[in-house]
């Protein structure tokens, strides 16, 4: 196990800089999700971590050492890809086995360890066949089995389900979740889907643009967004904002925060506005609802709306956030939150 620190760390290819001065502690143990839109950095971070890719300034720390002189090999991490990159010719076992041959490790202790990972990853009856005869999720677990026989002190994974479908990646997902708290190892992975995120970090670090936007739990990113980036990039459908109208300031409640109905409600910020679409997904409904000025998406349990019909759209006050024209969350304790929601309270429109 391990901990991993980032200090004052720039990257640049050439002359653009993708990376500058990140400050970055991930924990020693932990479930750490990178995640971010395309381009973001997460890739060249992972990479730096592995010595892949080392930083043009600040330095990398892994268990308190600095390890900017550290061969990637000497670093006590393991990479798993989004293409597995398997050995084709060669069968399971030796494409797990071969980094330990390279190690010198004596044939005994190489079945033995061969033997327990495989079994730990569900692959033991799969040990003589050769990838190309493997499914996704099955290569996808050879590629860790082969990232664990080594046995290092931090994992790094990048994107390594997006190559499956969507059933397979969702239990690969509680595989992963399962295996990491066997290990107890320092897990780093990244992807630009945010349920991944969701649903396997203790701790989400979410970026774009090379900076990181916010650094914490899900259900706290989710529940106490720190910016308008990080409001409508966790979430399915994203949060709804629209314009306050005062001060640049911007207002937004989460898809599942507003009830419709057909008569109009008491709730603190309540508008009217028409169904503009309707998508029925099974345990639940998703509505567009046009008002005169915003289009917002509203979760429901009940599919009891159709298109084209009138509704009233309320939300209570304790599900409203409020965001600065700098994009920043106001928050309840700002002088001027209270002010924010009895602008919106009179913001009806009809
Ligand atoms: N070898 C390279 N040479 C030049 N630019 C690079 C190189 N590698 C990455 N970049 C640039 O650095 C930026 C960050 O790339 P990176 O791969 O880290 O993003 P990412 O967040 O992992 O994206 P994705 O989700 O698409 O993999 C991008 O603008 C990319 O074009």
Same mark, same amino acid.
Request: glycine share 8%.
């Given at each position: 196990?391990?901990?991993?620190e980032?200090?004052? @760390? #720039?990257?640049?290819?050439?002359?653009?800089?993708v990376?500058? =001065?990140?400050?970055?502690?991930?924990?020693?143990?932990?479930f #750490?999700?990178?995640?971010? /839109?395309?381009?973001?950095?997460? #890739?060249?971070?992972?990479?730096?971590?592995?010595?892949l =890719?080392p930083?043009?300034?600040g330095?990398?720390?892994?268990?308190?050492?600095?390890?900017?002189?550290?061969?990637p090999?000497?670093?006590?991490?393991?990479? @798993?890809? *989004?293409?597995?990159?398997?050995?084709?010719?060669?069968?399971?076992?030796e494409?797990i086995?071969?980094?330990?041959?390279?190690?010198?490790?004596?044939?005994a202790?190489?079945?033995?360890l @061969?033997?327990?990972?495989?079994a730990?990853?569900?692959?033991?009856?799969?040990?003589?066949?050769k990838p190309?005869?493997?499914?996704?999720?099955?290569? %996808?677990?050879?590629?860790?089995?082969?990232?664990m026989v080594?046995?290092?002190?931090?994992?790094?994974?990048?994107?390594?389900?997006?190559n499956?479908?969507?059933?397979l990646?969702?239990?690969?997902?509680?595989?992963?979740?399962e295996?990491?708290?066997?290990?107890?190892?320092?897990?780093?992975?990244?992807?630009h889907? *945010?349920?991944?995120?969701?649903s396997?970090? =203790?701790?989400?670090?979410?970026?774009?643009?090379?900076?990181i936007?916010?650094?914490?739990?899900?259900?706290?990113?989710y529940n %106490?967004?720190?910016?308008?980036?990080?409001?409508?990039?966790? $979430?399915?459908?994203?949060?709804n904002?629209?314009?306050? $109208?005062?001060?640049?300031?911007?207002? $937004?409640?989460? /898809?599942?925060?507003? @009830?419709?109905?057909n008569?109009?409600?008491?709730?603190?910020?309540?508008?009217?506005?028409?169904?503009?679409?309707?998508?029925?997904?099974?345990?639940?409904?998703?509505? %567009?609802?046009r008002?005169d000025?915003?289009?917002?998406?509203?979760?429901?349990?009940?599919?009891?709306?159709?298109?084209? *019909?009138?509704?009233?759209?309320?939300?209570?006050?304790?599900?409203?956030?409020?965001?600065?024209?700098?994009?920043?969350?106001?928050?309840e304790?700002h002088?001027?939150?209270?002010?924010?929601l009895?602008?919106?309270?009179?913001?009806?429109?009809?």
């Amino acid at each position: 196990m391990a901990s991993i620190e980032f200090v004052r @760390v #720039t990257k640049s290819f050439e002359k653009s800089v993708v990376i500058k =001065d990140l400050d970055l502690k991930i924990e020693d143990g932990k479930f #750490t999700v990178l995640v971010g /839109p395309s381009g973001c950095g997460k #890739t060249t971070l992972l990479r730096m971590i592995a010595g892949l =890719d080392p930083q043009t300034s600040g330095s990398v720390f892994i268990d308190g050492k600095d390890v900017t002189r550290t061969a990637p090999g000497q670093r006590g991490v393991a990479m @798993v890809f *989004q293409n597995y990159a398997l050995y084709p010719t060669m069968s399971v076992r030796e494409n797990i086995e071969f980094g330990l041959i390279n190690n010198k490790v004596d044939k005994a202790e190489r079945t033995k360890l @061969v033997e327990s990972i495989s079994a730990t990853v569900g692959l033991k009856n799969y040990l003589d066949r050769k990838p190309s005869t493997l499914s996704g999720g099955q290569r %996808q677990r050879v590629a860790l089995a082969r990232a664990m026989v080594k046995k290092p002190s931090v994992f790094l994974m990048d994107e390594p389900l997006s190559n499956l479908d969507a059933k397979l990646r969702a239990q690969m997902r509680l595989e992963l979740i399962e295996l990491h708290k066997k290990l107890g190892t320092t897990f780093v992975y990244v992807t630009h889907d *945010q349920v991944e995120a969701m649903s396997m970090a =203790d701790t989400i670090v979410l970026m774009n643009q090379g900076l990181i936007k916010q650094e914490a739990p899900p259900e706290v990113i989710y529940n %106490q967004p720190n910016n308008l980036f990080a409001a409508q990039f966790i $979430g399915v459908p994203p949060m709804n904002v629209g314009d306050l $109208g005062v001060d640049g300031v911007k207002f $937004g409640f989460r /898809p599942e925060s507003a @009830v419709l109905s057909n008569e109009p409600g008491e709730l603190h910020y309540s508008t009217q506005g028409v169904i503009a679409t309707r998508e029925m997904l099974g345990s639940e409904t998703l509505y %567009q609802v046009r008002t005169d000025r915003d289009s917002f998406m509203i979760k429901c349990i009940e599919d009891q709306f159709s298109v084209d *019909q009138k509704v009233h759209l309320g939300v209570t006050a304790a599900k409203i956030y409020f965001f600065g024209a700098d994009e920043n969350r106001i928050g309840e304790d700002h002088i001027h939150f209270r002010k924010y929601l009895d602008v919106l309270r009179g913001y009806r429109n009809g």
